[in-house]
């Protein structure tokens, strides 16, 4: 009977208009760099703890579902992903946008974020316990290949050079090991400044790089009126959903596992799907990077599945699968729950109640996602003169809300030159925030592999060679390194004049 | 006439200043909480700060700053300004960074306790696969297989660490240990079988107790606990640990040094007044936490008292890095 609070926020109008307003509150917080769902969730922790549970929890499932999602708005719109997860869709989102399509963009998006929300949603339902159970197995040395796995994208992030590509990422990984060493308070690259104790700000750096760089090189097209936008086909076609379905759910498994995995969330979700598709897709219409629309649907689908994911761990075992959930749990705690293995045992309703929030939270990111793009693609035709002032501010103000500092903000502008002359000589700017994102999951979890083998490597690849998953993973890193060496185009030659030794006479 | 019009101003100053610290708070306080969400220090500060939000009349908008042993977040709170304004919401880790070499500082010398809300109570688990199901069991183990068993741990002078110089100071431990970023993480490897053996607090893994996920090893106390019927503590075995028993990490709310006093004060009513709270009186008895509720002098003789316990045994164990002698800790 349980089964029945699946309904409940269907059927209880307040409850339905707080999933509601959490959704539609969610979009914009995560459409505005540096406002993050984490953030508003927490705060939401202490503007609710005198409401009844079921009211604090439908707002901040809607908040969730709805922040994910919004991130993407203002990635294809003006390249400034609101969120570290909507990354990988400004590769490809931003593109369509300058070519005027940014209505199709964000109905495609919007779309495909609901569908992958539901197939996240489903593997929370169907499979939560087993799926739970795989992702705690995951060992140190796991998420050291997984995090390796995730720093080849490099390769697909390089654009036309692939050294330059490599040193970006190695910039990256710099970057991200600024400040005191997590396992032992080292300082690292510090040079004496308190300042630089807590490392360079992620989100500052995102926002440079993405955000401001890009408006100082359209600078230099200043004059150059804006690109028309078409928004006449916002709600993408049947047939282009149906052809985008295979994909949409190879996407949705890797941000349903990712986001379960209790060390990783959509961010690396995302750009991993990216690369899925990247590797996948034999002849999309466009090149990746130039506005491929399997390029924009891959990693919204990963990320929104994400968010179920993050749930399983969570409800099943009372294991956070990401920060938000992290902060869920201490909300259930204020509210006299005990979350852990046992919730499911004591209240199996509340696993209902949410998963039928999380599907009402999609219903309404699909409703209100889909009917404001009219107004939004404006944004993108404003005259140059005004939009790039625009962009500037919206980068300081994201930048200075992460931690409420103006070195913040110096960081951001900062990379935002840095990034400009990196694009000016052909250096992408993908793989240095790939660099960021993966440098802490990398460095910790060598060092806590190594050390758990007594530093011995030998003992490492025993342990690799003899667990499955691991060797899974390692067989998936040597795959990946080997074929985008040119030996593998050469030895792919090779095979074939083998296996088709007659050439037609 | 210059003396009394200096006499004046300043009396109009210090009008001015009360008024102006009347009104406190003015804006949103940050609070940084020293390790990761969903860990133990987590829980308490994020149960307790709405209650004391309710008595103070403003918002405390709570932020995890984790590593270094949460020397990342006190370092940070010590950079900000002594105006009430920035909370550091932490555990007892701060008392131990003098000896473990992690900052010339601890509570007692560069910040103002706010409030102490409530100890844990150590003990051990372990994957519920592992061969051993005592504290003497594990003992024999470790000795047939010296480093295999791979302990968990936080970083030197976290929990785990003080929990194992207090073990090895009468029994060999011989294990490996992995750094984790706080409890919460370190018992999900557990479960994961990452590690064997966990040095944690009672009320972070008694749901995955409850669950039979972990099993315990060792009640490291020297009376048994309510949440745990059946699990004798370890002196019962063990009578030499009773020396340093009861012992246990304990949470609080601190504000830099220098901070105003009524600022202090009107923060330790709320925090004080927001702990009687009857959800948070109820949630510390389901995590197994015992109730403190000391503030000014009084929490700080409590931390001295901890500080020397704590500093000596880390000492003889010889993982610390400074003698307490250096910086006048006394022998208890």
Known sequence: MDFQSFFMTFLDLRLMALVGAGTAAGIYIGAIPGLSVTMAVSILISFTFSWEMYDALALMIGIYMGGVYGGSRTAILLNIP??????????????????????????????????????????????????????????????????????????????????????????????????????????????????LWGGISFVAV????????????????????????????????????VKFLPLSIQSSSIGVIIGALPGTGGDIAALMAYDHAKRVTKDPEVPFGKGARAGLVAPETANNAAVGGAFIPMLTLGIPGDSVTAIIIGAMFIHGLNPGPMLMIERPEMFWFILGALVLATGFMLFFGLTGIRLFVKVVELPRAMLFPLILLLSIIGAFAVNNSLTDVYWMLGFGVLGYFMKLYGYQLGPVILGVILSRLIDDNWRRAIISEREDLGRLFHGIFTSPLSLVLFMAVVMIFFTSTPLWPMLKKRLRRKADPAPKA | MKKKLFGAVS?????????????????????????????????????????????????????????GVGAIAAKFTMTQPADGYTLLMGAENPMLYKVMGLGDFDYNSAFEPVALLARGVPILVANPDAPYNTFAELVDYMAAHPEEVKFGSTGPGGLPSVVTAMLDAEVDVSATFVPYDGDGPALTALQGGAIDVMPAVLGAALEAIKAERIKVIA???????????????????????????PWGPFFGVFVKAGTPEDVVAKL?????????????????????????????????????????????????????????????????
């Open chain 1, 82 to 195: 609101g969120a570290p997860s909507a990354i990988a869709t400004a590769l490809d989102g931003y593109p369509l946008a300058k070519k005027g399509q940014a209505g199709e963009a964000i109905g495609l998006s919007t779309t495909m974020s609901a569908l992958g929300g539901l197939i996240g949603i489903a593997v929370l339902g169907f499979a939560a316990p087993a799926v739970s159970e795989f992702a705690i197995r995951f060992q140190p040395r796991d998420y050291m290949l997984l995090a390796i796995l995730g720093i080849l994208l490099v390769g697909s992030l390089s654009g036309e050079s692939l050294i330059k590509g490599v040193f970006a990422g190695a910039l990256g990984l710099t970057i991200g090991c600024v400040g005191l060493d997590p396992l032992t308070a080292q300082e690292r690259f510090t040079f004496g400044h308190i300042e």
């Open chain 1, 206 to 241: 995102m926002i440079g790089l993405f955000g401001v760089s890009e408006a100082l090189m359209q600078l230099q097209h200043i004059n150059t009126p804006a690109v028309k936008q078409k928004i006449s086909r916002v709600i993408p076609s049947w047939k282009s959903v």
């Open chain 2, 11 to 67: 009396a109009a100053a210090l009008v001015f200043a009360g008024a102006a610290m009347a009104e406190y708070p003015e804006k949103e306080i940050q609070g940084i909480i020293q390790w990761g969400a969903g860990g133990s220090t987590d829980a308490v500060m994020r149960a307790v700060t709405p209650h004391a939000e309710e008595v103070l009349g403003g918002k405390v908008v709570m932020q995890n700053m984790t590593g």
């Open chain 2, 219 to 245: 009640l490291v106390d020297n009376t048994p606990n309510e949440a745990l019927p059946g699990v004798a503590p370890i002196t019962e075995d063990f009578p030499g640990y009773g020396k340093y028993l």
């Open chain 2, 268 to 332: 330790s009513t709320a925090y004080l007044e927001g702990a009687q709270a009857t959800d948070f009186v109820e949630l510390l008895e389901n995590r197994a936490y015992l109730p403190i509720n000391l503030s000014g002098q009084d929490a700080k003789d409590y931390m001295a008292k901890w500080q020397s316990v704590t500093s000596w045994l880390v000492q003889d164990a010889g993982i610390a890095k400074r003698s307490p002698e250096e910086f006048g800790i006394p022998r208890p």
